[in-house]
C-alpha cells in the first residue's frame, strides 16, 4: 500500500474549492483559495495584505459543528444523537448515529457508505489541512516586506492558534495523534509518529500560551472574527480542565487497553491545579480589559419587568449573534443565512427529536426542580402546566391564546416542547397527532439554531466555538476540583450563569462531589447542541448517561395544525405519556457497554500506511 499520508500532504493545488461569498472573514475576503491564482509563494507572501489569505484559509479550515454541505460527520447528523439528550431516526444510508453507534457497528473497517458516520474519522477530516495553512503562513511570514512588526506578529499568533484549535478537536475525539512542525510536501518521507496524549495536549498548551501575548483581548467590529488572547486563554483553561478530568487523569486506566496515547499513565492534582492557574489568568486579564459579558435580558419598556421571553432572546444572542458581548471564538464559513439549511432539514425531514430525560432537567422558572415523578396524565393546573401556562400578558401567542413559559428560559432555547413556535412562525410538530409529527419523534423537536421565526436566522450565520459562559464554568469546575470543594468564587461564576435566564444560585454549602453534580447538569442545561455533552460524558465518565434507556412524551393536541392545549398520554388507547424512545442503542445494557467508545477508532487504512499511527483502545 501506498504509504502516503494524503491528508497531510495536501498540496496547495487540491484545496482550493471554497467559493469568494463563503471565504469572507470580517474584512478579510478573498476571491478565491490563494494558491488557486497560480501564485507561487513569493506572491503570496509579497504583502500582508496577500499573506493574510492563506492565514484566512487556516481560518477556513476551523471545527464547525453545524450540519452543512461541507460536513460528513456523523452522516450529516449531530453529535448530541449519540448523548442522551436527542435521538436521531434519519434512517438513511450513511446515517452514523443509527448504522455505526446505536446497533454499535462503528469499528477501523468501515467502508462503503459507512465512511463520514463517524464522530471522527481521523485521516479524512479537514484538522491537517487548517495545520497545513497555518505552518505555511508561519514559514514565510517574515518574507513579507515592510510589514508592521506588531501586526505581523498578531498574524503569526493567530496561525499558532488555528493549530491550537485544530489539534484541541482531534485529541477530544481520538486522544493524541502526530503533531507536525512543518508544512508537510507531497515529496518528503511520511513519516509521523503518533504523540502521546499529554504531548498533544501540552503543544496545545504552548501554542496558546505563544500565542496569547501578541493577540488583542478583543478586536474591533471590522476585525470580528479573528482570534484573539481571549481565545488562547480559553482555550488553553478548556483544554487543561479537559485533560485533569478522571477518564484522562487518573491512576486506573479508562480501558484494559488504554495507554498513553490516550490518557496520562496516573493521577496528579496538580493537573487541576494547572486548570485553576489558567482559570485566574483569564479572569485577570478580564478584569483589567473587560469587553466580554454574559448578554442580559432587556426590561419591558412600559413594565420594567424582565418576561421569560427576554431570558430567551438573551441566551439566544449569546451563541447565535456574531459579535455579541459573549462570542469567544467565532468560526464562519458562510454570510448566507441559508446555509445552516442542511441541519434544520435534518429535524423537518426526519423524527428526530430531543429526550424527556433531558427536558426534565430543566428547573421550573423559580429554579425548583421538576419532579421526577410528574404525573402527566393528571396535572393540568398552574404551578403544574409542564411548559407554557395561560397568561393574558404572556408574550406567546397561538391560535388567539396568549401564554408564558413554566420552565427555565434555556429549555425552549434548545429544545421545541408542545406548543412552541418554531421555524417557520407555525406551532412545532413536536405532539404525536401534529401535522407532519415524524415517525419515531420522541415528542420534542430540536430548537436550538433552528429557532422559531425564519426571519430568526437572518443574520450571517456562524459556529460559536466558545462563549463566556464556558469560560465562567470551566473556572468554576477548575476551582471545585483544585481547591477540594467550591469556593465563593466557583459559586460566583456557576450563579452568574443561571442569574442571567433568572433563575436563583445554587445552595450554599455544597460538598465537592454535589457542587460537581450541580456543574456537570448545568452545562447540560447551558450548551445543549454545542458539542458539549458528549465530551462530558467522556471525560467524567458518565456511565449512566451511556447505559440509562432514553424515554419520549406522547402529547395530543387539541387541533392537528396550531394547538395550544394538550393532554398527555391516551390511557383509553393504551398509550402512556411517558414512552420508551426509540431506536435504541446497544450500551444501553451494563453487559454491553464497553468504554472504548470514549475515542473514535482509527481506521485501518490509515495504520496501514505505516507512517506512526496506531489503533485506539478495544478498536
Not at 227 to 234: D, F, I, N, Q, V
Request: proline share 6%; net charge negative; with cysteine.
Amino acid at each position: 500500500m501506498r504509504k502516503l499520508f494524503v491528508i497531510l500532504a495536501i498540496a496547495l493545488l487540491g484545496a482550493g474549492m471554497v467559493a469568494c461569498e463563503s471565504m469572507k472573514l470580517g474584512d478579510a475576503g478573498l476571491s478565491k483559495a490563494p494558491e488557486t491564482s497560480g501564485a507561487t509563494i513569493d506572491t503570496l507572501f509579497a504583502s500582508l495584505k496577500d499573506a493574510d489569505k492563506v492565514l484566512v484559509q487556516a481560518y477556513y479550515y476551523l471545527p464547525y459543528g453545524l450540519v452543512t454541505e461541507l460536513d460528513s460527520k456523523m452522516g450529516s447528523d449531530f453529535l448530541e444523537s449519540i448523548t442522551d439528550h436527542f435521538v436521531s431516526n434519519k434512517h438513511t444510508e450513511g446515517d452514523g448515529p443509527n448504522d455505526l453507534y446505536y446497533n454499535g457497528g462503528l469499528g477501523p473497517n468501515i467502508s462503503g457508505h459507512g465512511v463520514g458516520g463517524e464522530t471522527y474519522r481521523f485521516g479524512s477530516e479537514i484538522d491537517y489541512t487548517c495545520i497545513r495553512y497555518a505552518w505555511l503562513f508561519l514559514e514565510n511570514a517574515d518574507r513579507i516586506p515592510d510589514a508592521d512588526p506588531a501586526l505581523l506578529a498578531q498574524k503569526k499568533a493567530e496561525a499558532k492558534m488555528c493549530l491550537a484549535l485544530a489539534y484541541a478537536n482531534m485529541v477530544r475525539y481520538v486522544g493524541g495523534v502526530p503533531i507536525l512542525d512543518h508544512a508537510i510536501k507531497t515529496d518528503e518521507e511520511m513519516k509521523f509518529p503518533r504523540n502521546t496524549f499529554a504531548e498533544t495536549i501540552d503543544f496545545i498548551v504552548k501554542m496558546c500560551d505563544e500565542a496569547a501575548p501578541d493577540l488583542p483581548w478583543k478586536v474591533s467590529a471590522a476585525e470580528d472574527g479573528r482570534l484573539t488572547r481571549a481565545a488562547a486563554l480559553g482555550l488553553k483553561l478548556r483544554m487543561l480542565c479537559y485533560a485533569a478530568s478522571p477518564t484522562l487523569n487518573s491512576d486506573t486506566r479508562f480501558h484494559p487497553q488504554a495507554d498513553d496515547y490516550t490518557c496520562y499513565p496516573d493521577y496528579k492534582h496538580e493537573r487541576w491545579e494547572a486548570a485553576k492557574a489558567a482559570a485566574d489568568e483569564f479572569m485577570r486579564e478580564q478584569l483589567s480589559n473587560g469587553g466580554y459579558a454574559l448578554v442580559q435580558a432587556v426590561p419591558d419598556a412600559i413594565t420594567g419587568v424582565v418576561t421569560p421571553r427576554a431570558y430567551r432572546l438573551a441566551y439566544r444572542s449569546g451563541y447565535f449573534d456574531r459579535g455579541s458581548s459573549e462570542v469567544i471564538i467565532s468560526v464562519r464559513k458562510s454570510n448566507s443565512g441559508s446555509f445552516h439549511d442542511k441541519h434544520i432539514d435534518v429535524q423537518d425531514d426526519f423524527g428526530c427529536g430531543a429526550t424527556l430525560d433531558w427536558v426534565n432537567k430543566f428547573s421550573w422558572a423559580d429554579g425548583e426542580p421538576f419532579p421526577e415523578d410528574f404525573d402527566w396524565e393528571n396535572k393540568t393546573n398552574w404551578p403544574d402546566y409542564p411548559f407554557f401556562r395561560p397568561d393574558p400578558n404572556g408574550t406567546l401567542e397561538v391560535s388567539g391564546a396568549k401564554f408564558t413559559e413554566t420552565r427555565d428560559p434555556r429549555l425552549y432555547e434548545n429544545v421545541c416542547v408542545p406548543g412552541d413556535v418554531w421555524r417557520n412562525g407555525q406551532v412545532g410538530p413536536a405532539y404525536d397527532n401534529a401535522k407532519g409529527h415524524g415517525d419515531g419523534c420522541p415528542g420534542f423537536l430540536m430548537m436550538k439554531y433552528v429557532l422559531q421565526q425564519s426571519g430568526d436566522r437572518s443574520n450571517p450565520p456562524h459556529w460559536c466555538l466558545m462563549r463566556f459562559a464556558e469560560v465562567l464554568l470551566n473556572a468554576a469546575e477548575a476551582y471545585n476540583e483544585a481547591d477540594g470543594g467550591p469556593s465563593d468564587k466557583a459559586y460566583s461564576y456557576v450563579n452568574a450563569v443561571r442569574a442571567r435566564v433568572g433563575l436563583p444560585g445554587l445552595p450554599e454549602g455544597m460538598t465537592q462531589e454535589e457542587f460537581r453534580k450541580a456543574l456537570i447538569l448545568e452545562r447540560e442545561l447551558e450548551f445543549g447542541f454545542e458539542e458539549v455533552r458528549w465530551f462530558d460524558m467522556v471525560r467524567w465518565g458518565i456511565k449512566e448517561a451511556f447505559t440509562s434507556k432514553l424515554h419520549g412524551l406522547t402529547s395530543f393536541g387539541n387541533t392537528q395544525k396550531e394547538a395550544n392545549s394538550f393532554t398527555y398520554g391516551k390511557a383509553s388507547e393504551g398509550l402512556p405519556a411517558v414512552k420508551e424512545a426509540y431506536p435504541p442503542r446497544k450500551w444501553w445494557s451494563d453487559a454491553t457497554f464497553d468504554t472504548k467508545w470514549y475515542f473514535a477508532p482509527i481506521p485501518a487504512i490509515e495504520i496501514n500506511k505505516d507512517y506512526g499511527m496506531t489503533q485506539n483502545p478495544g478498536w
